[in-house]
Every structure is written in structure tokens, then in C-alpha cells.
């Protein structure tokens, strides 16, 4: 199978250029700066018009909740691999807090037999840690996953490593393995008296959303964050903060002397989007852990995507029915739907002049598969896989709505907003997965290696 993508701007490895790219099966075979005549695309058996597009890498999307196995009535590999299709996203690596946790060898088969026949794009598995599971880490195939998951403070799915010893014996083993650690850092006990301390003072076992944020405040973002830096310096590891969500953490990893890459960190979308004053107008649908903050810690997230301070952005897609995102701080759900509309809502931001494309490309494609390793993928090269989001800017803005949500939770947070960009088509492993607005349900991922 020989594919023409044609006459597109080609944004990869910080330049931008119009030409052509060659596809021979799932591989990249040439790309071409001259680009190809009209009379020589007969040769191929499909050609995709990119004219007045921008071609780039498929996105890697590090951090997402496809919910399979055991919470599947919010979503599954299925729905949601469809959804991550049509928003441009290529690869994904799942988290383990599901039922149950991905936390052995037999729960990890059991994801990627699982994957084997539900994905459409390319997966990944974060095996999750615990306080007595280093045994199991060590039996994993690590050239099968990106790296381990760790919950250093309170979150979804009761996963929570607090133990000083156990923190201790898995920076160890990570540091000596070259095993990314990625954690989610926020501080148990401060959350809990901050929980408690907000239930006493509005008299209500659910606090209203609107003190999700001085619940799950900096201080406990930024001394659970400190502990892993200090842990990872002891031990050499490599150590990659999710979803950071705060100004004084920004301003600690501007501190961090870790020699280059060792200690990095993830922003997400919604961090990104969104800040305080947007409770007011959507409630828990912005709620997640670690929470949505105030306006000048979301400056501070957007200025660190271009002064190097912030190495991915990744979604934290996690679908919940409207249903389980009802009430307050403490009983509704925390997590979002973002995969389908990561993308072009990064390009809108574009747009407003807050980074580059060329830096978004480095941040969505290029700087996960560095990071983690990825073999063959995040990067328009000959010879890799050929993964490819091709994306216009559209004449008209269009209305994100209902009717265009392919996550089986049927809502997003971004519901209402105006769009600019759409993704015109995914090519997956060399072939067209979604074209204009079409996935095609024949195509599945493939396992993602580390090099």
C-alpha cells in the first residue's frame, strides 16, 4: 500500500515547510520538500489532498482513562480510542486505576488482550505502584511500558503509596532500572484537614465545588511535588510530575539542577483552559484532581509551555457519567473528557499567541516519545511509523456540541465553545483511520515499544 499525503505544511522537529509525504505500508518512506508532481500521483493507491493543511505527527497523549477494564459503562478502549482518532491523537498511555488496578503482571496481560482487540490507535500501560508491590514491578516486560505510575497523594481508585519506606524502595529500584517514574503529587494529610476544616466551617458533608481548590490547595501540591524531587536527586531518577497545576511548582522546577531530563513535568488541558471563575459557570464538569486553580497559576502553566519549565501536555481524559459529577467537593466525581478536542483546543491557544505550533508539535508528539522512549513514533521521520494528524484552519469557527462527542460519557466540558480548528484526518500506522469526520472501526492500534 503506497499513500500520497499532498501539499500540506509539514510542521516537525522545530521547522515548518510545505512538501509531501510517502507512505509505503505503515511506514514513512520519504518525505519530500519539492513535493510531487500531479502527473505521478497515479502511482499511489491513496492520495490525501492536505492543501491550505498543517501535517504533523500524530499526537502522543501520555496520560489517559480509557476505563477498561471494569468501569466500562463511562467508557472503554473502544469508544474512546475512537474519540482520541478523531481528534488528531495517535498514541495513548493508559493509567492503572481501574477494576482492577493494574497493579501485576496478570492485570497488565490482561489490559493488552484486552487492547489487542479494542484499540484504534497505538497503547501503552503505566502498571501502577503500591506499598508492597515491587516484586511484581520487577517481573514486568519493560520494554512494553513507559514507565510506572505513582499516586503520591489521595486520588481515584485508592492507590495511594504513603509509606516512607516504600517511596524510598521505589525511587531506588526506578533510578536504577532508568524507569520514568510519573507521579500525581499532592499531599494526603493536608487535603484531609483542608476537607475537614471546609465541611466543618459550611456545615455540609459536600462542599460546594467552588472550594475544590482551597481543599486541594498549593501547599499540597507543592509538598508533595518536593518530595519527589528530593527523592528522585537521591536516586537518580527519572521523574515526571503530572498534570502540574500550580505557579510555586513552576517556580520549583525552575530550581531543579538535574544535570538535563531528569526531572520534567505534564501540563494538562484543563489547567491550561481553565481557572477559577469557570466554576461558576460549569460546576464539576471541571472538576479533577489536582483542581482547577486561580487565574495567575493558570498564566503561569501557559507562559512555562514556551521557557522550557514544561516538558508534555497530556489530557488526563477521564470520562464519568453526568450523573457520578453531581454535587460537591466531596461526591462528585473528579476527571474530564478531553482527548477528542485536546488539539484543537492547544491550537487555539496558537491562535492567541501563547506558543508556537512548532512548540505545540514538541510538546504533543516529540517530548513523549523522548521522554518515555517511544520507539518509531512521535516524529516525522523516514523509516518511522507513519502516525499523522493533518489539521486546517477552518474559514468559519464551528460550535463544539453534543452531537459530536464520539467518549461514551456524551459530554465535555468544552461544550458551546467556538472552534477554529478541526482535525481534517488520522493516518494510523500508514493508513487513513479517520477522514472529514469518518473513523474507520476496522483499524486498530498496535502496542507501543521502548527503546
Same mark, same amino acid.
Given at each position: 500500500m503506497r499513500? /500520497?499525503?499532498h501539499?500540506g505544511?509539514?510542521?516537525n522537529?522545530g521547522?515548518r515547510r510545505?512538501?509531501?509525504i510517502?507512505v509505503?505500508?505503515?511506514h ?5 520538500p519539492? #513535493?510531487?508532481s500531479a502527473? =505521478?500521483?497515479d ?9 491550505g493543511?498543517?501535517v504533523?505527527?500524530g ?6 482513562h480509557?476505563?477498561?477494564p471494569?468501569l466500562?459503562?463511562?467508557? +472503554?478502549m473502544?469508544?474512546e ?10 498514541t495513548v498511555?493508559? $493509567? ?9 503482571? !496478570? @492485570?497488565?496481560h490482561e ?9 484504534h ?5 503505566f ?11 520487577? %517481573?514486568?516486560?519493560? =520494554?512494553t511500558i513507559?514507565g510506572?505510575k /505513582?499516586?503520591?497523594g489521595?486520588s481515584?481508585g485508592n $492507590? ?5 519506606q &516504600?517511596?524510598?524502595?521505589?525511587f531506588?529500584?526506578a533510578?536504577?532500572k ?8 499532592e ?5 484531609n484537614?483542608?476537607?475537614a476544616?471546609?465541611?466543618?466551617l459550611? *456545615?455540609?458533608?459536600d462542599? +460546594?465545588v467552588?472550594l475544590?481548590?482551597?481543599i %486541594?490547595?498549593?501547599?499540597?501540591c507543592?509538598?508533595?511535588?518536593e518530595m519527589?524531587? %528530593? ?5 537518580n531518577?527519572?521523574f515526571?510530575i ?5 505557579a ?8 531543579? +539542577? +538535574?544535570g *538535563? ?5 505534564e501540563?494538562?488541558?484543563?489547567? /491550561?483552559?481553565?481557572?477559577?471563575v469557570?466554576?461558576?459557570?460549569? *460546576?464539576?464538569r471541571?472538576k ?5 486553580k486561580g487565574f495567575?497559576? %493558570? !498564566? &503561569? ?6 521557557d522550557?519549565?514544561? =516538558?508534555?501536555i #497530556?489530557t ?7 450523573? !457520578? ?5 466531596a461526591?462528585?466525581?473528579s476527571?474530564?473528557p $478531553?482527548?477528542q478536542?485536546?488539539?484543537? =483546543? $492547544? ?8 506558543l ?8 504533543? &508528539?516529540h517530548?513523549p516519545?523522548t /521522554?518515555?522512549?517511544v520507539s ?5 521521520r523516514?523509516?518511522?511509523? @507513519?502516525?499523522i494528524?493533518i489539521?486546517?484552519?477552518?474559514d468559519e469557527?464551528?460550535?463544539l456540541?453534543?452531537?459530536?462527542i464520539?467518549?461514551?460519557c456524551?459530554?465535555?466540558p468544552?461544550e ?6 478541526s482535525v481534517k484526518?488520522t493516518m494510523?500506522n500508514?493508513q487513513?483511520a479517520?477522514?472529514? *469526520? ?10 507501543v515499544?521502548?527503546?
Amino acid at each position: 500500500m503506497r499513500t /500520497l499525503v499532498h501539499g500540506g505544511i509539514i510542521v516537525n522537529e522545530g521547522l515548518r515547510r510545505q512538501g509531501d509525504i510517502i507512505v509505503e505500508d505503515d511506514h514513512i518512506k520519504e518525505i519530500s520538500p519539492e #513535493g510531487i508532481s500531479a502527473c =505521478s500521483t497515479d502511482s499511489f493507491d491513496v492520495v490525501l489532498d492536505a492543501s491550505g493543511c498543517y501535517v504533523l505527527p500524530g499526537i502522543i497523549d501520555s496520560h489517559v482513562h480509557f476505563r477498561d477494564p471494569g468501569l466500562t459503562h463511562k467508557g +472503554d478502549m473502544h469508544t474512546e480510542s475512537l474519540a482520541a482518532l478523531a481528534g488528531g491523537v495517535t498514541t495513548v498511555f493508559d $493509567m492503572p486505576n481501574t477494576k482492577p488496578q493494574t497493579t501485576s503482571v !496478570e @492485570a497488565l496481560h490482561e489490559k493488552q488482550a484486552i487492547a489487542e482487540k479494542k484499540m484504534h490507535v497505538n497503547y501503552a500501560f503505566f502498571p501502577g505502584v503500591t506499598n508492597d508491590n515491587l516484586e511484581e514491578l520487577q %517481573r514486568m516486560d519493560k =520494554s512494553t511500558i513507559p514507565g510506572f505510575k /505513582l499516586f503520591m497523594g489521595s486520588s481515584t481508585g485508592n $492507590m495511594l503509596v504513603d509509606r516512607e519506606q &516504600a517511596l524510598e524502595a521505589i525511587f531506588k529500584f526506578a533510578g536504577e532500572k532508568g524507569i520514568p517514574l510519573m507521579a500525581h503529587c499532592e499531599d494526603t494529610e493536608t487535603i484531609n484537614q483542608h476537607m475537614a476544616y471546609y465541611k466543618q466551617l459550611t *456545615g455540609t458533608d459536600d462542599p +460546594d465545588v467552588r472550594l475544590h481548590p482551597l481543599i %486541594r490547595n498549593e501547599e499540597a501540591c507543592l509538598k508533595s511535588s518536593e518530595m519527589g524531587v %528530593r527523592l528522585a536527586h537521591k536516586y537518580n531518577t527519572r521523574f515526571h510530575i503530572a498534570h502540574i497545576s500550580t505557579a510555586c511548582e513552576l517556580e520549583m522546577m525552575k530550581g531543579v +539542577d +538535574d544535570g *538535563g531530563g531528569l526531572i520534567t513535568c505534564e501540563a494538562t488541558v484543563a489547567h /491550561l483552559l481553565f481557572s477559577v471563575v469557570d466554576y461558576d459557570t460549569l *460546576g464539576t464538569r471541571i472538576k479533577c484532581n489536582p483542581a482547577v486553580k486561580g487565574f495567575l497559576d %493558570r !498564566e &503561569a502553566l501557559r507562559r512555562g509551555l514556551t521557557d522550557g519549565t514544561i =516538558s508534555t501536555i #497530556g489530557t488526563d481524559h477521564a470520562p464519568h457519567t453526568l450523573e !457520578e459529577k453531581t454535587g460537591g467537593c466531596a461526591k462528585a466525581m473528579s476527571g474530564m473528557p $478531553m482527548v477528542q478536542f485536546s488539539l484543537v =483546543s $492547544m491550537l487555539s491557544l496558537v491562535d492567541e499567541g501563547v506558543l508556537s505550533m512548532e512548540r505545540l508539535v514538541q510538546l504533543m &508528539a516529540h517530548n513523549p516519545a523522548t /521522554l518515555f522512549g517511544v520507539s518509531q513514533r512521535g516524529f516525522l521521520r523516514q523509516g518511522y511509523k @507513519a502516525d499523522i494528524a493533518i489539521v486546517r484552519h477552518c474559514d468559519e469557527p464551528w460550535t463544539l456540541s453534543k452531537d459530536c462527542i464520539m467518549s461514551r460519557c456524551g459530554w465535555s466540558p468544552l461544550e458551546g465553545r467556538q472552534m477554529q480548528w478541526s482535525v481534517k484526518a488520522t493516518m494510523l500506522n500508514g493508513q487513513v483511520a479517520y477522514a472529514d *469526520g469518518k473513523v474507520d472501526e476496522n483499524i486498530h492500534g498496535e502496542p507501543v515499544r521502548f527503546e
